[in-house]
T-cell receptor, first 115, second 111 residues
């Protein structure tokens, strides 16, 4: 069984470019979460999506950041006009639902470096 | 919303017990979790405890929950060098369906 797959694992962008991070959840999971981890810090919640719907985007900056989870295909976190402060590890997690234990399964992260 | 706090660093000798502490604010969290992050990797669920429990033991891991003080701890018995990692506690904010994580405790195990 494949776990959460994220790509690219490493991404380098210059200031002003766009970054697209992809996440394929565990097969059968319809809930996807994106977290950001700044160097030497914990994980900060960004956005929670179910298929085709954004459920909670309270942790995502209103400008330049967007997320989607289409009916077919992976979830995408898109950062437009990247700045140095966007350099971080972006982790995607998925779950079967929010009931039961609510356990999240994490990918290995996408590490964005903005030059 | 939920706020979760942890001490940043813990160093122990191989074979000793490690105790990692966490405090949280949302007393209605149904489950509380411990995740482990090894260098360059994602987070892996270690264990979780249901809020109506005081203690849960799973092999070398013991989780203690003090709901009155909103304090959660993770004890690792006979700590090994392979246990060196960052440990995150997490709770679920009732106002949000995602987990809220602490800042992580870096455990360093000295041989």
């Amino acid at each position: 069984n494949a776990g959460v797959m994220q790509n690219p694992r490493h991404l380098v962008r210059r200031r002003g470019q766009e970054a697209r991070l992809r996440c394929s959840p565990v097969k059968g999971h319809s809930h996807v979460y994106w977290y950001r981890q700044l160097p030497e810090e914990g994980l900060k919640f960004m956005v929670y999506l179910q298929k085709e719907n954004i459920i909670d985007e309270s942790g995502m900056p209103k400008e330049r950041f967007s997320a989607e989870f289409p009916k077919e295909g992976p979830s995408i976190l898109r950062i437009q006009q990247v700045v140095r402060g966007d350099s971080a590890a972006y982790f995607c997690a998925s779950s079967f639902g929010t009931g039961n234990t609510g356990e999240l399964f994490f990918g290995e992260g996408s590490r964005l470096t903005v030059l | 919303g939920e706020d979760v706090e942890q001490s940043l660093f813990l160093s122990v000798r191989e074979g000793d017990s490690s105790v990692i502490n966490c405090t949280y604010t949302d007393s209605s969290s149904t489950y509380l979790y411990w995740y482990k992050q090894e260098p360059g990797a994602g987070l892996q669920l270690l264990t979780y405890i249901f809020s109506n429990m005081d203690m849960k033991q799973d092999q070398r891991l013991t989780v203690l929950l003090n709901k009155k003080d909103k304090h959660l701890s993770l004890r690792i018995a006979d700590t090994q060098t392979g246990d060196s990692a960052i440990y995150f506690c997490a709770g679920k904010d009732t106002g949000r369906r995602a987990l809220t994580f602490g800042s992580g405790t870096r455990l360093q195990v000295q041989p």
